[in-house]
């Protein structure tokens, strides 16, 4: 089995906090996840994640119009430059100070920050750049008494418009206009949420946490303002001599950029000036919140639709259309604080970001529907568990909430919150059509996954806080085991009745589980009384003897074929038992592989903290050769069973905002009265109580997670494994790009040598250097050379050592392929030729055989969609046709019915007038002939 997990995704969590982006073509948003940044694709319904990893939480980010950079601010006021073509970072640039807010220009050939009370324009990187440094400061704007909180950039990009907490905006020209200096609004009684410019002007609006809007217009149009004319001196001395042309040029721009705030009242033009036209209290459009401070927290304005967008802190926002400010309509999507809005370029979604209940939704305002509604858990994640084939996984969290994720999109498409406590655990049956749960309401729910209902409720003889359960191989018996109550409990999924009650525990039940081989009914739990019990489940005895521990049992995992079960103990270790003697086989000691750091208010050392260290969550991989575990740190730890040896250690986050990331504390965080996280911030002045106020909240506490990982599973398919954290839900996954794994290479073994033995047609040949090269191309290219009528031959003599490889390679093309009929030959000639081996070798052919499952029955299910959609619109258009060459018929009938009463009328007329004319005629005629004939 190959270690090359790399982390792929993240589940579970959609948005943390910060600003949310989208990209110029309106189609994704890019939203901050902690420390990581999440790419929502809305077209195709799919979400990714950059691998790039910053050491605190972003908090703010801005992308270039060209959609091809991306400038994103962590909480240590780092401002990294990500490139999204190559999905990297390019450069760091430290600032050390907390920054408000990013924003490039709209030529893309600058960015501004706010940082403290000033705002800083550096030059952007770009082709429109020959600078070979990333970050070239050439602007700072000074004059804010207070920190700086936003920003707006005109659309010609020559203007700033910076607020602050001072309850002014101030407007600032990167170049010196002789018309135009610094221009301070205020009259705001609140500090500066947002500020905007309207598209082709000066005039601008600006935004208050109060909930005011203020109209500003300017005396002065965008296309009057009057560069000022500099340099004339140095065009003097350029006529005395070329020499000195350079330094003349740079003791020019260098004057410049100092004058560029300065107040030059000496032209003779008039200056800008700006005159507030209208105020209008947004809150006045907000219904009655029973006492609560409505603050307003957000907002975003469309210069193309003129529509204004603005969130608050109850959870509403407000669609205004501007300068008049008439309400186009008002929507609330939760009762926490909306943290980011954001409109896409054309103006009609809107992204919106609630950081407390980690909501995501986009909304599109003129139809009044949702684009996307997502939600993480509201608190911790406690469990998850993979569906059969490994297209799903389903989470459990503290919420009472159960949600299921796909794991081809990324995306929750259920929710089920019938539960009224924390969710402990999770099962499916091994059809894949129920998902059970346990939870400490004391009940353990199924919920159908066809119908997504909870069609049942099992429920114990007296209240019991539930910590774990399991099905067993049949899908019919549901055991569970009791947190206060130290008994196990086995249900009839069937009946839905209790069918027994183990007791024998001394102590909560940690972990369950029911062995899973088809003819086992062992049920193996382990509890804080230091024993673990093998019992059998539908025997008449109700249990075997008691196998000791040593320390407290905290989880289990069978090994696959169900003959060795391991147990994570409270001392950290995993020890391994032989269920049929009962006799312990191997121990690994993984207290030193975890590592814990100390967090900022720890009175112990991280060594001393290592003691404690424990493993909380176990899984075997599908070969049953190596085990996964983690727990009380960050790190999650790959062990080989037989040999008791370390493989491989993941670690889960670098994000220095949680607790414990270190193992020592920096000194700078240190002072004389402790550590400063000790220290109580107090600068914003809102847990402060003082005389007169009102509006403060005695029960807030800032609070730092500590990163944890409470659940771990291999998937089906053994391509990647699932790991329940502090950040989310992590995905890791085997990529193959990256791994060069021949077998039995040969110096003859080339690329050049295989395309010539395939010229040559000895296709056999070619694919076992191909597979030993293991080159994925060229594999590809040997086996779609192939011709259809040979796979069948080919197939037969493909050997045994090369069989794993070629299988595994038509499971992964499966996917992605658009040859769908060839590579079902091959998976039919591979599987009639080699089946007796493989099921004989099911045990280390497991996971490519599920992921070959998986793969052809999501391919079907797509097929399946696209076929039932051809075939009603083939409906349709066949009725359609009918129905038109009916009408047409009605309409040909009616005008054949018409002409034949035409020509039938004028026949009855000529009959019934000159019947005996027309014989005259005739016989005159014929004489008349005959005559001219004679002649």
Known sequence: MKFSFQFSNLFGTVYRGGDLVFTPDGNTVLSPVGNKVSMFDLKNHKSETLPVESRFSYTTMDLSPNGVSLLAVNEDGEVQLISLISRTILHRLRTNRTINCVKFSPDSK?????????????????????????????????????????????????????????????????????????????????????????????????????????????????????????????????????????????????????????????????????????????????????????????????????????????????LLSLPDCSLVHSLAISEQQISSVRFNTSGDWVVLGCPELGQLLVWEWQSETYVMKQQGHGSGMTSLVYSPDGSLVATGGEDTKIKIWNCSTGFCFVTFSEHESGVTGLAFTPNGKVVISSSLDGTVRAFDMTRYRNFKTLTTPRPVQLSCVGVDSSGDLVAAGGLDVFEVYLWSLTTGRLVEVLAGHEGPVGGLAFSPSPTSSQLATVSWDNTLRIWDAVGTSATKEAIALGSDGLALAWRPDGQMVSVATLTGQVVTFDTRTGTQVGTIDGRRDLGMGRGDLDKISAKKKREAAHFSSLCYSADGSTILAGGQSKHICIYHVEESLLLKKFEVTQNRSFQGMDETINKRKMTEFGPLASLEDRSDGTALKLPGTKAVDMSSRSLKLEVRVTALQFSPTGRSFCAVTTEGLLVYSLDRHLVFDPLDLAIKITPHSIRKELDRKNYNKALVMALRLAEKPLIRQVLETVPHTDISLLAQQTSLAHLPSLLMFVAEEAEVTRHIQFYLLWTKALLLSHGTYLKSESKHNLPVLNLLIKNLSRKSEDLGKICDHNKYSIRYLIALSETKRKGEEAKDIANDSDDEMEVTGKVKEVNIDDDSDSDVDMTELAAKWSDEGDE
């Open 110 to 318: 600058h960015f501004a920050i706010t940082k403290e009370d000033c705002a800083f324009v550096y030059s952007a990187p770009g082709p429109h750049s020959r600078d070979y440094s990333p970050f070239s400061m050439e602007r700072v704007l000074k004059g804010a008494y207070d920190d700086t909180t936003c920003l707006a950039w005109s659309s010609c990009s020559r203007l700033v418009a910076v607020g602050a907490k001072d309850m002014t905006v101030r407007i600032y020209a990167l170049h010196k206009f002789s018309n135009l200096s610094v221009c301070c609004l205020g009259g705001m009684t609140d500090p500066a949420v947002g500020t905007f410019f309207e598209s082709g002007s000066l005039d601008c609006y600006s935004l208050s946490r109060g909930g005011q809007l203020a109209v500003w217009e300017s005396s002065v149009e965008l296309e009057d303002l009057q560069l000022v004319v500099e340099g004339e001196k140095i065009q003097k001395e350029r006529k005395e001599g070329e020499e000195d042309d350079v330094g003349e040029a740079e003791e020019g721009t260098g004057d410049k950029a100092e004058t560029i705030t300065a107040d030059d009242s000496t032209g003779a033009n008039t200056k800008a000036v700006y005159k507030r036209t209208a105020k209008h209290f947004l809150r006045d459009h907000l219904e009655g919140e029973g006492g609560r401070r409505i603050e307003l927290t957000c907002g975003d304005y469309h210069q193309k639709t003129k529509i204004l967008v603005a969130g608050f802190n109850t959870g509403a926002f407000l």
